[in-house]
Structure formats: structure tokens, C-alpha cells
């Protein structure tokens, strides 16, 4: 050894080498952990809904190779972007957990970070569910809320008339058919709900009413004797008969005895 001054210079390069390799060591297995981060495509929804989780962590020294989230302190996945169905109202904490190949692991958790709201729930009735044409029909809104007031109902009576402007609607059918009705309520958290009532409102041609008779003459004699036929549009109809003389009779055909002059 070459000593200079009492110092040996083999001690001091070993003493260099080893803080070198301190320093290297410190800054690859521990400066450089991996960094958990995340975001969601919506953290205010409408239950039931689905959010989209993605990953937003850096790697360190070494590739992140897994993934643990969690809901409320319950695992939901593995996977590095996960989808998760909320069914539920309320408020979530949302936590990921990741991991790289050589073991280093980072947190990161977001209270509160999903909100989730009620959705209203939507019924409603019509006063009449049939009537000939036209015909006028009021309805009547009776959803349930959910976690906010209602801010819109859009009503479409199946005719081609959509109504956005009242609650209680009243519409009038011009149209021969049978129709659908939907009603869509949005609350102010944006939350909506429909519903369909499918062949809900069906609406017949107008009635008509004829009759035909052989008293073409006046008659002479005592008792009169007529006979009548009914006649109208309808496929299916109920003949009710007035005779004028305080008799009354149902069915389609009649054979009426009048008995005093008139």
C-alpha cells in the first residue's frame, strides 16, 4: 500500500464506492415508488347507474403489475380501469391500492367521491280509457319522488302531440286508433325516470244511429202496428227504443203496437 500522510488510499476508494451504492440503492428502491392516483367519468349520478374508474398512477422504479379497489372499504377489483354499478343512493369513498413487480405499494382514497342520487319513480292514470272520436281525456301526474323536487314532465299521448309544459295534462284525440302513453319526469338533480303504457287510450269512430221503419203513410186503424230496424256504424252497439207513447224497448229490431191515434 502507498501511504500518504497516515491515509490509505484503497480504504478511502471502498468508502466511496459503498456511499455510491447507499445513494444508488435509496434512490431506485425508495425515492422511486410507485404514485396511486385515479379520476371517474362522473361522480354525481342517478342510482341506479354505472361509473368508469380510471387509473392515473405513475410507476417508479418498477412496472405497477396490480390493482385493488375498493367501495366504502369493500373490494370491487382488479383490474386496472373498472367499470362499478351503483344500485343505491348515498355517498362512496372510492379506494385504489397499487402494487409494482417488486413489491412497492402506494394508496390513495377519495371520501365522499361518488355521489349517487334517487331517481324519481314514475305512475300515472287517465280519467278514461276509451271514448269516440274526438274525445277530450285529462291526466294525472302521480310520481314519487326521489332526492329532488321535479323540474319537467314530457308527455307523449302516442298521436304525434308531445306536451312539456303541464303536469296534469288534458288532450284531446282526433285520431281513430289505440295509443301509447309515456310520461318522462327530470328532477333538479337531472335524475329522470319514464314510463309507457303500451295501448293505454283507444279511441273509436264516431257513433251513428239510424232507423228504418214501414210506416212510409199514415195508417188507419187501431192498434198501429210498426216495424223497426236499427242501424248504425258500430260493430258492437246496444239499441235503446223510445216510442213516444211512454213504451221502451232494447234490441235492434222492433215490431211496436201503437194503440192510440197520434
Known sequence: ?????????????????????????????????????FAANDTAV?????????????????TITQWSWTRNGTFFSALPNPSLFFANAGSYDI???VTDSLG?????????????????????????FLGCNPTSINFTD??????????????DFGDGTIDTTNRHPTHIYTTVGTFDVTLVAIDTNGCSHSLLLSNYITIQPTLTAGITHNANSPQCGIPAIVN?????????ATYLWSFDDGFINIGANQSHHYLAAG
Open 1 to 37: 500500500f502507498v501511504i500518504l500522510g497516515h491515509i490509505k488510499y484503497p480504504f478511502i476508494l471502498k468508502k466511496i464506492f459503498y456511499i455510491l451504492f447507499l445513494w444508488s440503492w435509496l434512490t431506485t428502491y425508495c425515492s422511486a415508488q410507485p404514485s396511486a392516483h
Open 46 to 62: 342517478c342510482a341506479p347507474s354505472i361509473v368508469q374508474f380510471t387509473d392515473l398512477s405513475t410507476a417508479g422504479a418498477a
Open 95 to 97: 379506494c385504489l391500492t
Open 104 to 128: 412497492n405499494t402506494d394508496h390513495q382514497c377519495f371520501y365522499n367521491y361518488i355521489s349517487a342520487f334517487q331517481s324519481p319513480t314514475v305512475h300515472f292514470k287517465a280519467n278514461r
Open 142 to 155: 302521480s310520481t314519487i319522488l326521489g332526492d329532488a323536487p321535479i323540474r319537467q314532465w314530457r308527455w
Open 228 to 236: 223497426m230496424t236499427g242501424i248504425s256504424n258500430a260493430t258492437s
